[in-house]
């Protein structure tokens, strides 16, 4: 089965620091890699997706790499606030028939400390 | 705006009590699913529906069955609720870029 791996549970980190957090997957490599935003009690919002002939990509403090080699995906938070904390979720697509299904890691708590 | 509505933020039920968890979106996805969060275990996946009538198994189905008559609203019904069918259940409609649009949730409690 295509696993997908957040190896932190928690991260917690300064205020105006750059926070990393990374994704790992087993198996082939998906098309592309999903990145969002989960606040306590609520449902996910969508924050970055990186297709696999992307090395990189910024949305404003926001950058997001996939490393095919590594078979990794790196998330980073630059200049970060209070108000990023949340807990950060990254999502690969299922293969074949199961294509439109997304298998989600089991996130990783970010806590900026101001 | 993406809207995806839950029927409710917070339900209690009783064990055995049948238990119907609504959701609509408004964008004409094609593509529905319903996850449940428990702390520890991440989304997983219940059930997903491709298109009208059409339904598929996800991870966990047990216990589960789902309906969807239009194509704005997908329900997840619990035959016979189970104490440990208490979670969070989330219901998320895919957009044509392949990103998944997710309602508030229902925090389920069965006693």
């Known amino acids: 089965s295509q696993k997908i791996e957040q190896n932190s549970e928690a991260l917690n980190i300064q205020e105006g620091k750059t926070a990393t957090l990374t994704c790992n997957y087993t198996?082939?490599?998906?098309?592309?890699l999903q990145w969002y935003r989960q606040d306590p009690g609520r449902g996910p919002v969508f924050l970055l997706l990186?297709?696999?002939?992307?090395k990189e990509k910024r949305k404003e403090r926001l950058k997001v790499t996939f490393d095919t080699t590594l078979k990794q995906s790196l998330f980073h938070i630059t200049a970060s606030q209070p108000a990023d904390s949340a807990t950060y979720l990254c999502?690969?697509?299922?293969?074949?028939?199961?294509?439109?299904?997304?298998?989600f890691g089991k996130g990783t708590k970010l806590s900026v400390i101001p | 705006d993406v809207k995806v509505t839950q029927s409710s933020r917070y339900l209690v039920k009783r064990t055995g009590e049948k238990v119907f968890l609504e959701c609509v979106q408004d964008?004409?996805?094609?593509?529905m699913f319903w996850y449940r969060q428990d702390p520890g275990l991440g989304l997983r996946l219940i059930y997903f529906?491709?298109?009208?009538?059409?339904?598929e198994k996800g991870d966990i189905p047990e216990g589960y069955s789902v309906s969807r008559e239009k194509k704005e609203r997908f329900s997840l019904i619990l035959e016979s609720a189970s104490t440990n069918q208490t979670s969070m259940y989330l219901c998320?409609?895919?957009?044509?870029?392949?990103?998944?649009?997710f309602g508030p949730g229902t925090r389920l409690t069965v006693l």
């Open positions: 998320a409609s895919r957009t044509d870029t392949d990103t998944q649009y």
């Open positions: 198996n082939y490599s998906p098309a592309y």
């Open positions: 990186i297709r696999e002939n992307e």
């Open positions: 999502a690969r697509p299922g293969s074949g028939a199961g294509s439109y299904q997304l298998t």
């Open positions: 964008m004409d996805h094609e593509n």
């Open positions: 529906s491709y298109d009208v009538k059409m339904k």
